[in-house]
């Protein structure tokens, strides 16, 4: 099973960047397609982007869709969401997480979340 740590939270002012990093361990990183994942207090946890085992498909939440970015690099075992042009509304928990599919990543491992917080 795959373990997952995020870092690169923080605390950034309205129309600022962040770029949230996930390590992985274990040596079948790329076997698993990665996503990220956000919530605020009693809300559910929402998607917010995926990417494929190859790094060749990406999708995301409407809210997020030009503005952020997800990329992974297999050689590293790392996954990467660079997040621009912050809003106040992005802030959140976020959370990686490693699924066998892109489809069924919410059944995946996730990791313990990062803050953001996105100040107006």
């Known amino acids: 099973q795959v373990q997952l740590v995020e870092s690169g939270g923080g605390l950034v002012q309205a129309g600022g960047s962040l770029r949230l990093s996930c390590a992985a361990s274990g040596r079948t990183f790329g076997s698993y397609a990665m996503g990220w994942f956000r919530q605020t207090p009693g809300k559910e946890r929402e998607f917010v982007a995926s990417?494929?085992?190859?790094?060749?498909?990406?999708y995301y939440a409407d809210s997020v869709k030009g503005r952020f970015t997800i990329s992974r690099d297999n050689f590293k075992n790392m996954v990467y969401l660079q997040m621009n042009s912050l809003k106040p509304e992005d802030t959140a928990v976020y959370y990686c997480?490693?699924?066998?599919?892109?489809?069924?990543?919410?059944?995946?491992?996730w990791g313990q979340g990062t803050q953001v917080t996105v100040s107006s």
């Open positions: 997480v490693a699924g066998s599919t892109l489809a069924t990543i919410r059944q995946g491992s």
């Open positions: 990417i494929s085992r190859g790094g060749g498909s990406s």
